[in-house]
T-cell receptor, first 118, second 110 residues
Framework: GAVVSQHPSWVICKSGTSVKIECRSLDFQATTMFWYRQFPKQSLMLMAT?????????EQGVEKDKFLINHASLTLSTLTVTSAHPEDSSFYIC??????????????FGPGTRLTVL | GIQVEQSPPDLILQEGANSTLRCNFSDSVNNLQWFHQNPWGQLINLFY???GTKQNGRLSATTVATERYSLLYISSSQTTDSGVYFC????????????FGTGTRLQVTL
């Protein structure tokens, strides 16, 4: 149980284009999903907290117009990197916290999406 | 401030050896979790351990919340244990936001 998927697993795009990443909780419902960014050989940095049916909460220094988050249902959140540039290249990971069952506040992670912007 | 520190930063073990990874966390952090990030980037939940001791196969973890530290024990290490081990805790009063430590990079050799 507690499986989270991400799609695509990797993407290469040209500078200036937009890229959408999907995060799905496959066997549980999640009112809250989280988006992280990880640079090579570094730890995970929280970008934003996504709540179903409401606006996302962004961490300090994260541009909300650059990283659009939509949490349309209890099992799906999307991150769109708009007008991507080479400095947006990174490993993006989502996580989800089960609505019911499990330990309070425990998060389960997707396999990540590697974005390369040329 | 919010701090989660891990040691050692890097560790090389021969297959079959045992190891202990440490995580120190500040007063504003609780509900500690341990994760293993495999070489493909997937984070795997190892333990959700706010306090006490848990064991799962060759792995066990102990959190002493009053002294603000947690330990992850790996016994009889295997090459598949290689990767990065992260501890992370919830920032109190921040609605379940996790703060990650800097990680311990483990390489298990034959």
């Amino acid at each position: 149980g507690a499986v989270v998927s991400q799609h695509p697993s990797w993407v290469i795009c040209k500078s200036g284009t937009s890229v959408k990443i999907e995060c799905r909780s496959l066997d549980f419902q999640a009112t809250t999903m989280f988006w992280y960014r990880q640079f090579p050989k570094q730890s995970l940095m929280l970008m934003a907290t996504s709540n179903e049916g409401s606006k996302a909460t962004y961490e300090q220094g994260v541009e909300k117009d650059k990283f659009l988050i939509n949490h349309a249902s209890l099992t799906l959140s999307t991150l769109t990197v708009t007008s991507a540039h080479p400095e947006d290249s990174s490993f993006y990971i989502c996580s989800a916290s089960p609505l019911m069952g499990g330990s309070a506040n425990e998060q389960f992670f997707g396999p990540g999406t590697r974005l390369t912007v040329l | 401030g919010i701090q989660v520190e891990q040691s050692p930063p890097d560790l090389i073990l021969q297959e079959g050896a045992n190891s202990t990874l440490r995580c120190n966390f500040s007063d504003s952090v609780n509900n500690l979790q341990w994760f293993h990030q495999n070489p493909w980037g997937q984070l795997i939940n190892l333990f959700y351990i706010p306090s006490g001791t848990k064991q799962n196969g060759r792995l066990s973890a102990t959190t002493v919340a009053t002294e603000r530290y947690s330990l992850l024990y790996i016994s009889s290490s295997q090459t598949t244990d290689s990767g990065v081990y992260f501890c992370a805790g919830i920032n109190t009063g921040t609605a379940s936001k996790l703060t990650f430590g800097t990680g311990t990079r483990l390489q298990v050799t034959l």
